[in-house]
């Protein structure tokens, strides 16, 4: 049994990787400021040490890292619209914050540093299926501070020798996902909007393909890097295919309208997940149509 430290770990993909550090029966650690607005509730498991805490504050979590030999970093400022909106507060929580536990881990010689991540990095110059070799092309506030956090991750590693791995999530999606606010991800913001009775609101032409990739395989991933023997890379975790908006509208409802395009949004995202299946020994194992068909129990 090992001591993990969970930061976000009361979020959406965070509570997932906190159930699966217990069930395989660590000890877990969990902070979590519990500032997302778009989450209708914060998941804290009684079985975990939980803390009400800031990233940006590394006097209040330096001491919660003691004894800590996995960090599982996916506290942030998420959402781009918002941080477009937020810009300070967004590069004070994802790169500042970032280097605070990075500092923590370094300080109390942790054996890992898994960092979470966006492919909202690769923005427009690249041609998907999208490699981690490609140049990063940062459309907005929020994947330039996901990319500054990148490097931070590598340097602790080149300079201090702190095993760190970068994953690069593509658009995650499933139980827990974010729910409320018109800048929510599109699949819990379509079920939600089906269960008010209201239209399915299509961000522009609707024809903009994103690869969802379930959370489960997400969690998977990061219990694959937690054992791996690589470190100073960066992994893309997504499906290796992808949907239309229009698709994944389709799945749920035919009650549809069209809004206005946003910017500093890619049109097309597609993993290619090969470093993922030979450094992490991961394969994504859940599909978007198993998700949608009812006699499928995931």
Request: hydrophobic letters at 35%.
């Amino acid at each position: 049994m090992s001591k993990c430290l969970v930061t976000g770990g009361a979020g959406f993909i965070g509570s997932h990787i906190v159930s699966k550090l217990l069930h395989n029966n660590h000890h877990v650690v969990v902070l979590d400021n519990e500032s997302s607005e778009a989450n209708e509730a914060f998941n804290w498991y009684d079985d975990a040490e939980n803390h009400v805490v800031d990233i940006r504050d590394f006097d209040a979590c330096r001491p919660l890292f003691e004894g800590v030999e996995y960090v599982f970093h996916l506290a942030a400022f998420s959402r781009i619209q918002i941080a477009m909106e937020r810009p300070v507060q967004c590069l004070e929580t994802n790169y500042l914050g970032t280097h605070n536990m990075l500092e923590c881990a370094r300080q109390v010689k942790a054996r890992r540093f898994i960092n979470s991540s966006t492919s909202s990095s690769y923005g427009l110059i690249n041609e998907p299926p999208l490699r981690e070799d490609m140049k990063s092309d940062c459309l907005n506030h929020y994947s330039a501070s996901k990319i500054g956090a990148e490097t931070l991750c590598q340097m602790f590693w080149r300079l201090h020798g702190l095993r760190t791995i970068t994953l690069r999530y593509f658009n995650v999606y499933g139980p827990r996902q974010p729910l409320k606010g018109k800048y929510a991800p599109v699949i819990g913001l379509f079920e939600e909007q089906k269960k008010r009775g209201e239209p399915l609101t299509i961000v522009g032409d609707g024809e903009q393909r994103r690869d969802f990739t379930h959370v489960y395989d997400v969690v998977e991933a990061n219990m694959c890097a937690m054992m791996t023997h690589f470190a100073g890379i960066e992994v893309n975790i997504g499906s290796g295919t992808n949907h239309s908006v229009n698709e994944v509208a389709a799945f749920i409802s035919d009650n549809t309208i069209n809004i206005p395009a946003r910017p500093g949004e890619a049109r097309i995202t597609l993993a290619d997940n090969r470093r993922a299946q030979k450094m992490l020994g991961w394969t994504p194992k859940i599909s978007l149509e198993q998700y949608f068909d009812p006699n499928t129990h995931l």
